[in-house]
Every structure is written in C-alpha cells, then in structure tokens.
C-alpha cells in the first residue's frame, strides 16, 4: 500500500508544481463535509446523531487502543510487569482486530 502512497503523492506534487491545481472550483473555501455522499440518505440523520455524541465504531476505538499501548511501550520499553501486561493486552486487541476484519469478509 505504501508504494500506490508515495506514487499518489509525487503526482499530486507534480500537478500543483505544473499548476493543473489552480484556479478549481471552491479553491480557498473549506470543504462541506456534512454530508457523506456513500452513507444511503435514509442513514444519514442516524450516523450524524452518533457522530456528534461521540460515537465511534468498534474498530476505530480498537485501534485507537492499540496505538495507546505502542506508544506505552515506546516509552517503558518491552522489560517488565507493565511492558509484559501492555503486550498482552496489544497482541489480545490485534486478534480482536483480525477476527473482526473476518467476520465482516464473510458477511460482504
């Protein structure tokens, strides 16, 4: 993936130094992203009220978790109890992540 990243990324340097990327429409407004246009629109009013209470899917939350604990173990280092209980916890939560990833192939 990281590969089709920098590809994206040196041709979207290359555009705007070529000035393909001047003078488009709504250049210097902010986006309206309001409205997420693959959300079906009977789903919309329903995901905004989760959105603004702060909702976040299971898995957004479950990465966020994961990041927490290897940013801990960056800073503690991967010797004792609390490294050793950090480890646990981030292998348990990427399994939950894999397995979660699964279900959802099967079900698509």
Do not use: C, H, W
Not at 14 to 19: F, L, P, S, V
């Amino acid at each position: 993936m990281l590969i089709f990243e920098l590809i994206a990324e040196r041709r979207i340097a290359e555009a705007a130094a070529g000035g393909e990327l001047d003078n488009l429409p709504g250049a210097g407004r902010p986006l309206d992203l309001g409205d997420d246009p693959l959300v079906p629109e009977d789903l919309r009013l329903a995901y905004r009220i989760l959105k603004n209470a702060g909702f976040v899917p299971s898995e957004v939350q479950t990465r966020r978790e994961i990041r927490a604990l290897e940013d801990l173990i960056a800073v503690v280092g991967r010797e004792g109890e609390a490294a050793g209980e950090a480890l646990r916890k981030l292998q348990l939560l990427r399994l939950e992540l894999a397995e979660s990833g699964r279900r959802l192939r099967r079900l698509g």
